[in-house]
Structures are given as structure tokens and as C-alpha cells.
């Protein structure tokens, strides 16, 4: 495996804000953090147990009470942080150490805590693997501080995600449940003895957090409805596509030049997987599917593809139309998120003003056909006004553009 080639920072500029310069200074000293640590784990086959735990110590003070914006390009930078986490961990001098996986189990706690991205990454980046070798450990899965860790992390891992919190019920359910049951005995069994000079029983806190996840799934039993193992590995397919299309995408890989056809074909994979072979349409889908077809649209504009970004763009507003339509009479199964849509019709928009603008600059006769698309972009505009009333300039924006290269020609 060759070794990633350190990435910089673009540099600050004078008039940037002493908040974004500071985020910049960060992300630089962080990127450079996980390349000298990602060329570490290469190059040594035998690094010291001591060596690891500084490392994986330093990733949480690093991560430990950043904001959303900054902990989601943090966690998602190059294959992503709870995998660096992983591959750290994955030597002899730390296999089964205890204070390794506990340690490796806070770290990806801090990836995930008030991180929507950290979380919808669990799965791409190995964590549900990981957590299952924890779990399915007879040596590890009885030790109270590594439960205890264990359980809070996977807590932290289901929170705010319907995806995580089915996966890890279908997948791991039966075997916390094993847990709960050796711990609640092994409790009751402390009482009984009545052990000295004890402050609180063994296991109290894992058993708070074993009743939180038992509450947690039980919660989810109308979400679980439809759901199967073989939808939970198409979703977690899909996600892993995602994940690498994202690095391509975000200047993440290697590649000097960004490949927009890979790229667009990563995201189309994981699209069809989640649609193939008309799928019933699960509520838990949208909310992953729709961001991968906005991406995918994005990808399309930047490569100029603007009949094809528009497809995407009518996909995704009429998934969530569909959805919402269905949804109606019950709000478990609608899905809204006004500011994702208003994204997706900002894309839309863009690229129809781009596919007028590119039309008139033909020098073929088709002068009908093109006053035809700009009425009909103009109507477009004059319709989503609502939609953007904090943001009408760039309607403007699109209207003048249209304008311009329409009298022009």
C-alpha cells in the first residue's frame, strides 16, 4: 500500500474571518496529522502498543468538541478517521488489549458525537465489523469497563440514525441482548455476596446503557417493518460506493486530475442499488438516497452534462414529492428536509439557465427551440420565488444570465 502524499491547506486570505482562518489552520495540522500517521501504520508492521494508544488518545483531543462543520471534514477526510482508527489498531502488539479497544471505542465515539456525516460513515469505515469482533469476543465481551465503553459507543453510534440503529439491531441485537443477560446476572449475583467496601454494583453503568439500547430498538419497531438483512447490505453497498465517490470528489484521493465519469458511475452503483429490481420503497431509503442522486447531479453540472443533471434533480424532487405525498397519514414514512430540496432545486435551476445558455451559443437553426427552453427556464425561475424568498439574488442571477446570452444571440 503506497503511502498517502501529505495534502495542504489552500492559504488564507487577508480578508478571510479569524473564525474561517482558524478553521483552516486546524484542518491543515490535522491533515498532516492523519498522513504522517497513515504513512506510520504503513511503513510499521510492529508499532509499540504505547505508540497506538498515544495516537489513538491524540485523535480524541483533536476531534473532542468540534463543531458539526469542521468534525464532518475532519472524520471524512481521505478513507476517514474511524477507519485510520482501525488500521492503528489492527497490529500484534494490540490485539485484544484492553486498554486499546477502549481507547479505539472513544475515538470513534468522538467521531460520531453531534456528527451526522461520522455517523453515516460507521458503516463504509469498518466500525459495525469492529464492533462485532467486540461484541463476539467471549474474553472481551465480559469485561465491565470494555462493555460499559462499548455499549455507550454504539449509543452514540444509533442516535439521530434510523440506519445505524436497524443495522446494528438486525446484526448485533441478539448478542447485546446475550450481554445484557450475563451482566444483569453477574449484578444480581454481587448483591447477593454482598462484596465489601463496594461504592456501586459491577456493570451499573453498562446496565443503563444495555436498558437505553433496549429502549432504543424497541422504539424502532415500526421502522423495522419491511426491513431485511439483504435491504440493510444493499444500503450498506450503496454507502461504501458513496464513501468513494466522496473521497474522489472532495480532492480526498491521490488522483491529480478529478474523474467526473469514475465518479458519477461510483454514485449511479450506489443509486441502483438501492432501486434495483423495483425495490419496495422503504422510508428508511430516502434519507440515504436522495443525497447520493443530489451529488450525483452536482458531478453532472461540473462536467457540463446539464440534461443529464437536470434527470438527476427531477429524480430526487419527485422521490421526495412521492414520499411526502405517501406520507401524508403518517409521518414515520415522510421524510422532509426543506433545506436539502431547496439545494437540489437550486442545482436544477442552475443547470437548466446553463443548458439555455449553451443552446443559444449554437450556431444550428433552431432559434424556435430555444426561445421555447427559455420561457420555459423563465417560468421555472418565476415559480420557485417562494422557495427562495431569502434568496432571491441569485433568481436574479439566473434570469440576468439568461438575458444576457439570449439578446446576445
Given amino acids: 500500500m503506497a503511502s498517502a502524499a501529505p495534502q495542504s491547506t489552500p492559504p488564507v486570505n487577508e480578508n478571510v474571518s479569524n473564525k474561517e482562518a482558524a478553521r483552516n489552520h486546524f484542518m491543515s495540522h490535522y491533515c498532516n496529522f492523519y498522513d504522517m500517521i497513515l504513512k506510520s501504520t504503513t511503513d510499521n508492521k510492529n508499532m509499540s502498543k504505547e505508540s497506538i494508544l498515544n495516537i489513538l488518545q491524540t485523535l480524541q483531543k483533536l476531534l473532542f468538541g468540534l463543531d458539526e462543520s469542521l468534525k464532518s471534514g475532519a472524520v471524512n477526510y481521505r478513507d476517514g478517521a474511524m477507519k485510520l482508527v482501525l488500521s492503528v489498531i489492527d497490529k500484534p502488539s494490540s490485539q485484544n488489549e484492553k486498554d486499546v479497544i477502549i481507547s479505539a471505542l472513544k475515538a470513534i465515539k468522538c467521531c460520531v458525537v453531534n456528527c451526522p456525516v461520522g455517523r453515516a460513515k460507521c458503516g463504509p469505515q469498518g466500525v459495525f465489523e469492529f464492533l462485532a469482533d467486540v461484541y463476539c469476543d467471549e474474553k472481551l465481551?465480559?469485561?465491565?469497563?470494555?462493555?460499559?465503553?462499548?455499549?455507550t459507543t454504539t449509543a452514540a453510534i444509533c442516535l439521530g440514525s434510523d440506519i445505524n440503529a436497524l443495522h446494528i439491531k438486525f446484526c448485533l441485537g441478539s448478542k447485546i441482548d446475550e450481554i445484557g443477560s450475563y451482566i444483569s446476572k453477574a449484578s444480581a449475583k454481587s448483591e447477593e455476596q454482598k462484596v465489601k467496601d463496594q461504592t456501586q454494583k459491577p456493570f451499573q453503568q453498562a446496565q443503563r446503557m444495555y436498558l437505553y439500547l433496549t429502549a432504543l430498538f424497541d422504539a424502532m419497531k415500526k421502522d423495522s417493518e419491511g426491513v431485511?438483512?439483504?435491504?440493510?447490505?444493499?444500503?450498506?453497498?450503496?454507502q461504501k460506493l458513496e464513501h468513494e465517490a466522496d473521497k474522489k470528489c472532495g480532492g480526498n484521493s491521490d488522483d491529480d486530475k478529478v474523474d467526473y465519469e469514475k465518479i458519477i458511475s461510483l454514485y449511479t452503483n450506489a443509486t441502483e442499488k438501492l432501486t434495483e429490481q423495483q425495490k419496495p420503497k422503504h422510508p428508511i431509503i430516502t434519507p440515504i438516497l436522495i443525497p447520493i442522486i443530489m451529488k450525483q447531479s452536482q458531478c453532472h453540472f461540473e462536467a457540463k452534462s446539464y440534461s443529464s443533471c437536470i434527470q438527476d434533480t427531477n429524480m430526487a424532487l419527485g422521490i421526495l414529492d412521492a414520499t411526502n405525498s405517501n406520507g401524508n397519514n403518517d409521518e414515520t414514512n415522510s421524510y422532509s428536509d426543506d433545506q436539502l430540496q431547496k439545494q437540489i432545486e437550486k442545482i436544477r435551476l442552475s443547470a437548466m439557465t446553463e443548458s439555455v445558455i449553451e443552446s443559444s451559443k449554437q450556431q444550428e437553426d433552431e432559434g424556435d427551440k430555444s426561445v421555447m427552453r427559455k420561457e420555459q427556464v423563465l417560468d421555472q425561475i418565476e415559480k420557485a420565488k417562494l422557495m427562495f424568498s431569502d434568496d432571491l439574488g441569485f433568481l436574479e442571477e439566473m434570469m440576468s444570465k439568461i438575458k444576457v446570452a439570449t439578446d446576445d444571440a
Fill in 228 to 238: 431485511s438483512l439483504e435491504l440493510l447490505q444493499d444500503i450498506k453497498e450503496a
Fill in 141 to 151: 465481551n465480559k469485561d465491565e469497563q470494555i462493555i460499559t465503553e462499548a455499549f
